[in-house]
Structures are given as C-alpha cells and as structure tokens.
C-alpha cells in the first residue's frame, strides 16, 4: 500500500506561482513514477507531470515551460513548481503514484487563479 498525502493549493493571482507536495508512505525508488493529474469541473482528468524512479520527467503540453516537477529523495515527496499560472490552470490537483501491481491517488488539493 502506498499512502499520498498532498498540500501546498490555494489561491493565486494570474501570473503568480504556487508549489504543490506530494509526500509518500514508502521509498519513492519503490514506485515506477510519481506525478500529478488535474480535474476542472465539467472535464475529464487531465496529465500534468510525472517523473520516474530513475529521474526522467515528462509533461502535459499546457503546462510545459511553466511547471516543473522534482523530488525529494531523503523525504519521498514529490514536487510541482507552477509558474506563470493562468486562470484555466484552475482545478483539483491530484498526486499519482504508479506501481506494477497498481496505481494510486491522493486526496486532491484545489489550485484556483483569479484575480
């Protein structure tokens, strides 16, 4: 079992920049990639970013060039920088975490931008 406990969603300006975390329960290097999906009301769930157990990163066209994800290996958390945030940047973040057996999914945190 792999427990994801998000935090750092809120409220921004358009242009600002916010960080989300996504700490695991186990060894990051136990799990195959971690990342972050979004869901906006009335869409389908969306990728964000993902980086693997062996560092390689991969981006959603949206965000590429604004957002950057990077870890914490001594802490098995999972950082998303978002910069030059846009108002359809708003939604539900959710942390992903993706094993051979099975994937999992954090509780959601919501990023809204608006002025």
């Known amino acids: 079992q792999v427990q994801l406990v998000e935090s750092g969603g809120g409220l921004v300006q358009p242009g600002g920049s916010l960080r989300l975390s996504c700490a695991a329960s186990?060894?990051?290097?136990?799990?195959?990639?971690m990342g972050w999906y979004r869901q906006a009301p009335g869409k389908l769930r969306e990728f964000i970013a993902e980086i693997s157990s062996g560092g390689s990163t991969a981006y959603g066209d949206p965000v590429k060039g604004r957002f950057n994800i990077f870890r914490d290996i001594a802490k098995n958390t999972v950082h998303l920088q978002m910069d030059r945030l846009k108002p359809e940047d708003t939604a539900v973040y959710y942390c992903?975490?993706?094993?051979?057996?099975?994937?999992?999914w954090g509780q959601g945190t919501q990023v809204t931008v608006s002025s």
């Open positions: 992903h975490a993706l094993r051979p057996s099975r994937d999992y």
């Open positions: 186990v060894s990051i290097f136990s799990i195959n990639a």
